[in-house]
């Protein structure tokens, strides 16, 4: 069974950093891109940063670039998203997602396995 498990998440200053960790079990990930979405309370999921199966591209939304940073460690099916300089409005629910493709892509629709979420509150 396939499982992907967030951790990372908690409380931040205004400006400060986190590093979110998502690590995939129940098959290998390696051919697949993995992506990070959000979602904040009473709004929709919404994309924040993708990378390709074989870390040669990153997508990021405007609203992160310049200061999240995606990664991924295939031989630890495992995937990163160190941001820095936080804002209030950062605060969300972050999950991790497993596309069905091996390309960069940023419509949830397209992603196959979710995780739970870790939450991210920023204060100011």
């Known amino acids: 069974q396939v499982q992907l498990v967030e951790s990372g998440g908690g409380l931040v200053q205004t400006g400060g950093s986190l590093r979110l960790s998502c690590a995939a079990s129940g098959r290998t990930f390696s051919r697949n891109s993995m992506g990070w979405f959000r979602q904040a309370p009473g709004k929709e999921r919404e994309f924040v940063a993708a990378?390709?199966?074989?870390?040669?591209?990153?997508w990021y939304a405007d609203s992160v670039k310049g200061r999240f940073t995606i990664s991924r460690d295939n031989a630890k099916n495992t995937v990163y998203l160190e941001m820095s300089s936080l804002k209030p409005e950062d605060a969300a629910l972050y999950y991790c997602?497993?596309?069905?493709?091996?390309?960069?892509?940023?419509?949830?629709?397209?992603?196959?396995?979710w995780g739970q979420g870790t939450q991210v509150t920023v204060s100011s």
């Open positions: 990378i390709t199966w074989d870390i040669t591209s990153t």
């Open positions: 997602a497993v596309a069905r493709v091996m390309n960069i892509v940023t419509s949830p629709a397209v992603y196959a396995y």
